[in-house]
């Protein structure tokens, strides 16, 4: 049997790196993670990142990260992969409304899926991009998540923002960064479309399918904007937790930059398609 190689990774050795990085005693920080790009062996498995993070930024400090369900929606909308029509109702009638405490996420990795079950951590009330928050302000910042425009000023990125927290891209890029979502939400742009979303909730203790305004999110240029807000101002801190590339970025320049640019770069093409 072939031996594992490289560095052993303990909550030691993450907290020196994120130490290493930047991350401080009372700190609000927000991370986006891939667990597979810690690499090597990660004594405990996925807590021990978190516990790691916990650790640094101590009881003062708040960590959070995103949960979101984007499964509990309606499958008229879906399409990676498209499901038959005449599955629809079946599937409307049959899909169990949004419960914080035992709704699985949704392509969000095994971090924040541990994460949200530890009993100290609140997770907010949005069926579809709920966030789960640990520390002395999680109640502050997951507790009161609106139903529309649901990553906007009544979301917990604005919290983050209020508390001048930070973003952590661990293994991931960011096109993965869920903050400059509010940035959207705040910039008027060309291209920017409102939309009626709906998903399944307990109201009244039965399910319905409540319907919800927001717009249309897209992050797709969200790297470019990470890009040039990188060069442009020399903030974000750059290093390895464990063995995956890191970001430390103060949220508050990062978005209050992004909604200056998407005015900018987000145009509506014109008769000739340029």
Not at 67 to 72: A, I, K, N
Not at 178 to 198: C, D, P, Q, V
Not at 260 to 272: C, G, I, Q, V
Request: glycine content about 10%; charged content about 25%.
């Amino acid at each position: 049997m072939e031996m594992i190689q490289g560095n052993l990774i303990t909550v030691d050795t993450l907290k020196e790196d994120f130490i290493r990085l930047g991350v401080r005693q009372g700190m609000t920080v927000i991370m986006h993670s891939s667990y597979k790009a810690l690499g090597s062996f990660v004594v405990g498995g996925p807590p021990a990142v978190f516990l790691a993070l916990e650790g640094v930024v101590g009881n003062e400090g708040n960590v959070v990260m995103p949960t979101h369900s984007g499964d509990l929606s309606d499958p008229a909308g879906w399409e990676n992969p498209p499901v038959p029509q005449e599955w629809w109702e079946t599937i409307r009638e049959q899909m169990p409304a949004y419960d914080p405490d035992i709704t699985p996420l949704w392509y969000m990795g095994i971090i924040p899926e541990i994460f949200r079950k530890q009993s100290s951590v609140i997770r907010s009330d949005h069926p579809q991009v709920s966030f789960a928050a640990w520390g002395a302000k999680a109640e502050f910042i997951s507790g009161q998540h609106s139903l529309e425009y649901s990553l906007g000023e009544q979301s917990p990125l604005a919290r983050i923002y209020d508390l001048e927290g930070y973003v952590l891209l661990l293994g991931v890029g960011n096109d993965c960064n869920t903050s400059l979502h509010l940035s959207e939400i705040r910039a008027e742009y060309e291209t920017r479309r409102e939309i009626g979303n709906k998903a399944p909730m307990q109201v009244d203790r039965a399910k319905c399918w409540v319907e919800f305004k927001d717009i249309e999110y897209d992050a797709s240029d969200f790297a470019d904007i990470g890009a040039d807000f990188e060069r442009e101002t020399g903030l974000v801190r750059r290093g390895k937790i464990g063995g995956a590339d890191a970001m430390l970025i103060p949220q508050k320049a990062l978005v209050d930059y992004g909604t200056a640019w998407l005015p900018l770069h987000r145009k509506n093409k014109d008769s000739n398609g340029r």
